[in-house]
């Protein structure tokens, strides 16, 4: 029988999947652009608007085309799929990190905290990103 993902988890794989892709990306458009990002401060709203574009297409792309998973679900034995189990898709991932990015940021964080809540009590362990997208974050990891 596969659970539901813990919290730990799914935060433990946002943070993997921030650092791979957010270290990386600091260092190649530090060297590229040019900027110095803490002296100027019209750089470092270029260099957040970037990172965030190249942060969310990886959020989104990589679960589309590698059945749910991202390198940080991957080592964490999760993924994400729809409520039937099916794989998700182009549209529900962008449907799940538009809402990420837009109601958890207009709230400065208030409904990601509901969230966070809503994975400690719910039995299915279903967030607000989670509801809102139809999708389930199954442990297959066996624990």
Known sequence: MIFPAKLWQRFFARIIDGLIIGVPIVFILSFTVGYDFVIDPGANFIFNILMLLIVTAYMICLPAIWYGRTVGKRLMG??????????????????????????????????????????ITRKDKRALHDLIAGTKVPDESGE
């Open 78 to 119: 999760i993924r994400l799929t729809h409520v039937d189990g099916t794989d998700v898709s182009w549209l529900t991932m962008f449907k799940r990190e538009l809402f990420i990015l837009v109601v958890y940021s207009a709230t400065l964080g208030l409904f990601l905290l509901l969230s966070c809540v809503m994975m």
